[in-house]
């Protein structure tokens, strides 16, 4: 079981534009599991959650998604433009991530509620909400998914990075809600285990449970909000 792995060791030669859509969260060792052989991948995606919006096709949706499986990694060969916000993800991704460069000790720093509001990053949020929302949602949920996974690195403390940035609750934080006790099966929705979302990113889905399919070679990953 690994926390935040990489997008090179989920996906198989993932393009640039794949890491502004497809956090990882956790990597499941199926051995472990008793399961067989092979890993999956749990990922919080960006831009579901809206049944209204014009899905392109069967392997992306507002509520699942859906990835080919080498057993070892995930390849995706689905039509991602119908996110609402497509066109501007790449812009955003690279602010963000040069934002949180520049400001990594400041954004790593635990920050007391009279600071908060006048913080760095509070300010930039303050900037980013007069655009948009969506804008807003994407960069601030981008770094807190950073802070959390870097403070996790830094502290072996699995604490939402809202800790450090917000002053909210500090407490430890479920690495999953639920992992299967039960052996291989030749289901073709054989439950992998649930996980909460909003526990690792600040855009995280409310719940997210991962699937194989193994006659098709497919993963699936089903979302749920409250």
Known sequence: MKLYPTIEEVFEEPSDF????????????LAAMN?????????????NGNPELDFKDDLFNYDYIKFDWTGEKYKFWGDLSAIETYASLNE?????????????TDYLT?????????????????RRKKVSF????YVNG???????????????????????TDDDSDHERKIYEKLSNTGIT???????????GYNYSGFGEDEISLYIDRKQNQVFQKFSWS
Request: hydrophobic share 35%.
């Open 18 to 29: 794949l890491k502004t859509v497809f956090f990882p969260l956790l990597t499941i060792d």
């Open 142 to 164: 981008l770094i807190n998914y950073w802070i959390t996974r870097d403070k996790y690195v830094e502290t072996g403390k699995f604490v939402q990075g809202g800790a450090y």
């Open 186 to 196: 030749t289901r073709s929705n054989e439950l992998i285990g649930k996980v909460t």
């Open 92 to 104: 955003w991704y690279q602010e963000a991530e040069q934002e949180y460069l520049e400001n990594k």
């Open 134 to 137: 969506d804008y807003y949602h």
């Open 110 to 126: 635990y920050k007391p509620w009279e600071e908060v509001k006048s913080s760095h990053l509070a300010l930039q949020n303050k």
């Open 35 to 47: 399961k067989g052989e092979g890993k999956v991948h749990f990922l919080t995606v960006w831009g």
